[in-house]
């Protein structure tokens, strides 16, 4: 299974770009690396998803290293409304099904 | 919003009574899954199904059963609930098979064993 490490919490200040890094030393080669968000009291939403190199979409950045044994979730400009827990994930399949290994995530608190 | 709702929202049951939560979707994908939530660990992934009838067990599936008998609906059964299986139980569906999935999640269901 691959597994992913990230920092357990973060803090940091409206208006601040925020990043945070998850390595995946065991990534297959097929597997993708994909980051949800979560607020209390509600279920993970996907932000975004990659393979390699660089992504961006309208909430946030990915970057993927060459060797994609780490990604870094990149959170422009945040809000209040950005503090939430964030995980990464890295697909991971087995004979039948399509898997995803949840960690514990990393708690990020926007102050103002 | 992905069109998943879960029922009940709420419940208080007392330990060695069955209980069983429903996954309703509307979006006619074909993969189904139920997570627990407990602070301190995440989410861990109880049981999934790949299609009508077809279903297989997660990392924590002990105590748990499931059944599938119509692609909108994923039922998670507790035989004999115990108070180590007071949780938010949060269910999920995704469209494909291929490793770039999108997991779209509930509302979730907040139980409580006594």
């Known amino acids: 299974l691959a597994k992913t490490t990230q920092p357990i919490s973060m803090d940091s200040y409206e208006g601040q770009e925020v990043n945070i890094t998850c390595s995946h030393n065991?990534?297959?080669?097929?597997?993708?690396i994909t980051w949800y968000q979560q607020f209390p009291s509600q279920g993970p939403r996907f932000i975004i998803q990659g393979y390699k190199t660089k992504v961006t979409n309208e909430v946030a950045s990915l970057f993927i290293p060459a060797d994609r044994k780490s990604s870094t979730l990149s959170l422009p400009r945040v809000s209040l409304s950005d503090t939430a827990v964030y995980y990464c994930?890295?697909?991971?399949?087995?004979?039948?099904?399509?898997?995803?290994?949840f960690g514990g995530g990393t708690r990020l608190m926007v102050k103002p | 919003d992905a069109g998943i709702t879960q029922s009940p929202r709420h419940k208080v049951t007392e330990t060695g009574t069955p209980v069983t939560l429903r996954c309703h979707q509307t979006?006619?994908?074909?993969?189904m899954y139920w997570y627990r939530q407990d602070p301190g660990h995440g989410l861990r992934l109880i049981h999934y199904s790949y299609g009508v009838k077809d279903t297989d067990k997660g990392e924590v599936s002990d105590g748990y059963s499931v059944s599938r008998s119509k692609t909108e609906d994923f039922l998670l059964t507790l035989e004999s609930a115990t108070s180590s299986q007071t949780s938010v139980y949060f269910c999920a569906i995704s469209e494909s098979t291929g490793t770039r999935d999108t997991q779209y999640f509930g509302p979730g269901t907040r139980l409580t064993v006594l």
């Open positions: 994930l890295v697909g991971d399949r087995n004979n039948a099904g399509n898997m995803l290994t």
């Open positions: 065991n990534i297959a080669t097929n597997d993708y």
């Open positions: 979006e006619n994908h074909r993969y």
